[in-house]
Nanobody
Framework: QLKLVESGGGSVQAGGSLRLSCAASKSTYYMGWFRQAPGKEREGVAGISSDGQIKYAEHVKGRFTISRDDAKNALYLQMDSLTPEDSAMYYC?????????????????????WGQGTQVTVSS
């Protein structure tokens, strides 16, 4: 079992920044950030593997940065230049073991563990 706990959400004005953190209960090979706004599907934001592969959704490229600290079993998401469209519940996702399957870091089905989420609200 893997437990994931997000933190760092909050309210910020448009153009501002937030840094989300996710604490994992054990080493996790693949980790990602997803978000879900009211009435919308959960969508992939960014994903990262232990061997350094990174994937961003097009709409966050250049504004968000995903990183991880494997010594701390931690995942981060630095979010800059936030817009109201970034408002959502943000979820940390994990898949513990490496896989030889085609890597799809932004696909919900790739992950089998999820955190409870942290709310991000961006006002105009």
């Amino acid at each position: 079992q893997l437990k994931l706990v997000e933190s760092g959400g909050g309210s910020v004005q448009a153009g501002g920044s937030l840094r989300l953190s996710c604490a994992a209960s054990k080493s996790t090979y693949y980790m990602g950030w997803f978000r879900q706004a009211p009435g919308k599907e959960r969508e992939g934001v960014a994903g990262i593997s232990s061997d350094g592969q990174i994937k961003y959704a097009e709409h966050v490229k250049g504004r968000f940065t995903i990183s991880r600290d494997d010594a701390k079993n931690a995942l981060y998401l630095q979010m800059d230049s936030l817009t109201p469209e970034d408002s959502a519940m943000y979820y940390c996702a994990g898949r513990v073991l490496p896989s030889t399957a085609r890597l799809t870091l932004l696909d919900r089905a790739w992950y089998n563990y999820w955190g409870q989420g942290t709310q991000v609200t961006v006002s105009s």
